[in-house]
């Protein structure tokens, strides 16, 4: 049986107290910490970097942190964010000069390694490099900002990752991100994912608890 698992963006967090914030949303059933890294560059956004990660590892964050790079270029800032104390580090192989390469940074850092696939990248970038991966991160809206509605054709696109990893690499876990809620959560994991970012879903509510005990019982159903 699948281990289906919920990662807020603290892309929507109170950046004002955000290590009490974050220790709020695990208190509350969350399972990993997830950092959209924008950089103004290859996504018109611009957020945080690997100092935030490593506050939050001071501030006493144990749970995993799963660091999605919206950069160009990656190499220096997957190392920067392994420095930090990252537990999982995906990117996006048209910010990649070399996307072996960058997979081999990622994994020679003891970290998890993913590739992000946007609504229009086609799942051939996989095809030689699906061995090495340890996730597949598919976007469900196109990379830059948070509170965006979910890109229903991406229910299509899990379901074809979900066949190609199960012949290459079983092991490999799918995550969604983007326009996840309560009201998506299952038809999403019906289709094959795993993983679940969740932002505003989760950090604009009152009572993160009971958002995710919501999502657990949408999951529990799949």
Known sequence: MTTHLIAPSILSADFARLGEDVANVLSAGADIVHFDVMDNHYVPNLSFGAPICQALRNYGITA?????LMVTPVDSLIEQFIAAGASMISFHPEASLHVDRSIE?????????????????PLSVLEHVIHKLDYVLLMSVNPGFGGQKFIPHTLDKIRQVKSFIQHRNP???IEV??????????EVAAAGADMFVAGSAIFN??????????????????
């Open 205 to 222: 509510q009152p009572d993160y608890a009971a958002v995710i005990k919501t999502m657990r019982e949408k999951l529990a159903s799949v």
């Open 105 to 121: 940074l990622i994994k020679n850092g003891r970290c998890q390694a993913g590739l992000v696939l946007n609504p229009a990248t």
């Open 177 to 186: 991100d983007g326009g996840i809620n309560t009201q998506n959560i299952q």
């Open 171 to 173: 092991h490999v876990k």
């Open 64 to 68: 995993p942190i799963d660091v999605h």
